[in-house]
C-alpha cells in the first residue's frame, strides 16, 4: 500500500513553454502533498507544501508564479513549471503523507525535467 | 542552515560489511526518518525514530539516536550489492510536539556497494 505515481517520468520540452506534472496517491487519501526538486548528487530541496482545496505555501526563494500548484482532489495534485528555462531542467519528486499519519512520507518516482 | 547534515559523503564498501552513515541536525526533533534513494528514482522510507527511543531495529538496519549531541547513525549489516543507493537523514520542524510532515533533508551518504 501507500504508492504515489508521478506522470510524466521524463520529460523534454523547450524554453518558454509550460509543463505539468501530476502526482497521485492510488491506494490512500493524502491530505498535504510536497513537492522537491533535486538537483544532481545534491539532497532534496522542498518547494512547496500542497493542501487539498487550499493554497500551497511555498518555501522561501520559490517563485510561486513560476511553479503553479494545484491540490483539487484528495489524491491528485499538480506542479506547473511555467515559462519553462534550462535553469529549471532538475528532476521534480512529490509525496504524500496520509490522513492521520503525518509522520511518515511517501515518495513518487520522480520526474526528469529538461529545458532545452 | 542546513538540518541534517550527513557523513560521509560517499562510502565504498564490499558485500558482507557493514557499512555506518552519520547525520547531525542542528534543532529539537519529534522524530527523525532514514531514506533510501536508488538513483534517479523516488525516496523510499526505511525507518523513523522518534526523540524518546535510542535505538531501533528493522531487518538489517539498525537505527540509533542520541538527542544530547543532535546526531543520528544508520547501520546497515551484511550488505549487499543491492543497497547500492543513496541514504538520506530527514527531519520534520519542532513544533509544539506536532510534526506537521514537512521534512528537511540532510545531504546524503552515496552507498556503494561491490560484489
Known amino acids: 500500500g501507500a504508492v504515489v505515481s508521478q506522470h510524466p517520468s521524463r520529460v523534454i520540452c523547450k524554453s518558454g513553454t509550460s509543463v505539468k506534472i501530476e502526482c497521485r496517491s492510488l491506494d490512500f487519501q493524502a491530505t498535504t502533498m510536497f513537492w522537491y526538486r533535486q538537483f544532481p548528487k545534491q539532497s532534496l530541496m522542498l518547494m512547496a507544501t500542497?493542501?487539498?482545496?487550499?493554497?500551497?505555501?511555498?518555501e522561501q526563494g520559490v517563485e510561486k508564479d513560476k511553479f503553479l500548484i494545484n491540490h483539487a482532489s484528495l489524491t491528485l495534485s499538480t506542479l506547473t513549471v511555467t515559462s519553462a528555462h534550462p535553469e529549471d531542467s532538475s528532476f521534480y519528486i512529490c509525496?504524500?503523507?496520509?490522513?492521520?499519519?503525518?509522520?511518515?512520507?511517501?515518495f513518487g518516482p520522480g520526474t526528469r525535467l529538461t529545458v532545452l | 542552515s542546513q538540518q541534517g547534515e550527513e557523513d560521509p559523503q560517499a562510502l565504498s564498501i564490499q558485500e558482507g560489511e557493514n557499512a555506518t552513515m552519520n547525520c547531525s541536525y542542528k534543532?529539537?526533533?519529534?522524530?527523525l526518518q532514514w531514506y533510501r534513494q536508488n538513483s534517479g528514482r523516488g525516496l523510499v522510507h526505511l525507518i523513523l525514530?522518534?526523540?524518546?527511543?535510542r535505538e531501533k531495529h528493522s531487518g538489517r538496519l539498525r537505527v540509533t539516536l542520541d538527542t544530547s549531541k543532535k546526531s543520528s547513525s544508520l547501520l546497515i549489516t551484511a550488505s549487499r550489492a543491492a543497497d547500492t543507493a543513496s541514504y538520506f537523514c530527514?527531519?520534520?520542524?519542532?513544533?509544539?510536539?506536532?510534526?506537521?510532515?514537512?521534512?528537511?533533508f540532510g545531504q546524503g551518504t552515496i552507498l556503494t556497494v561491490h560484489p
Open positions: 534543532t529539537s526533533i519529534n522524530n
Open positions: 500542497s493542501n487539498e482545496g487550499s493554497k500551497a505555501t511555498y
Open positions: 525514530i522518534r526523540s524518546n527511543e
Open positions: 509525496s504524500a503523507t496520509e490522513r492521520g499519519y503525518t509522520d511518515t512520507q511517501y
Open positions: 530527514a527531519t520534520p520542524p519542532h513544533a509544539g510536539g506536532t510534526s506537521y510532515g514537512k521534512l528537511t
